[in-house]
Nanobody
Framework: QVQLVESGEGLVQPGGSLRVSCAASGFTFSSYPMSWVRQAPGKGLEWVSTNNPDSTSTFYADSVKGRFTISRDNAKNTLYLQMNSLKPEDTALYYC???????????WGQGIQVTVSS
C-alpha cells in the first residue's frame, strides 16, 4: 500500500548539485514527517534530514547542514532533497522514509544511487 518511489539518481562532480525526489502514495503524505537517510559503501545508515508535514521545521545532520535542503510539496505528494556543494563522501544510496513518533521510520523508498566523483 505505502509506496515511496525515488528518482533523480545520478553521477555528479565534486562541488556539483543534484536534486532527488520521492513520490509518495498509499497514505496521507501531508500528515507525516519525512526523512532522507543514506548509506555510504561499507557503512551503516546515516540520517540526513527531516521535515515536518507543513514544512515549518527542518532538521539536518551536521555533515550536510548548509549544503542540503529538504522540501516537500504536499499537493504533489512529493519530497525533495536539493544537494549542493557535493563531496565524494556524499556518495551513497539515498532513501526517503516515512517518520513515526520516536524517530522510527516504518516505510522506505527503494534507494537511489548518488555518486560524487570526478
Amino acid at each position: 500500500q505505502v509506496q515511496l518511489v525515488e528518482s533523480g539518481e545520478g553521477l555528479v562532480q565534486p562541488g556539483g548539485s543534484l536534486r532527488v525526489s520521492c513520490a509518495a502514495s498509499g497514505f496521507t503524505f501531508s500528515s507525516y514527517p519525512m526523512s532522507w537517510v543514506r548509506q555510504a559503501p561499507g557503512k551503516g545508515l546515516e540520517w540526513v534530514s527531516t521535515n515536518n508535514p507543513d514544512s515549518t521545521s527542518t532538521f539536518y545532520a551536521d555533515s550536510v547542514k548548509g549544503r542540503f535542503t529538504i522540501s516537500r510539496d504536499n499537493a504533489k505528494n512529493t519530497l525533495y532533497l536539493q544537494m549542493n556543494s557535493l563531496k565524494p563522501e556524499d556518495t551513497a544510496l539515498y532513501y526517503c522514509a516515512r517518520l513515526l513518533a520516536g524517530w522510527s521510520h516504518d516505510s522506505w523508498g527503494q534507494g537511489i544511487q548518488v555518486t560524487v566523483s570526478s
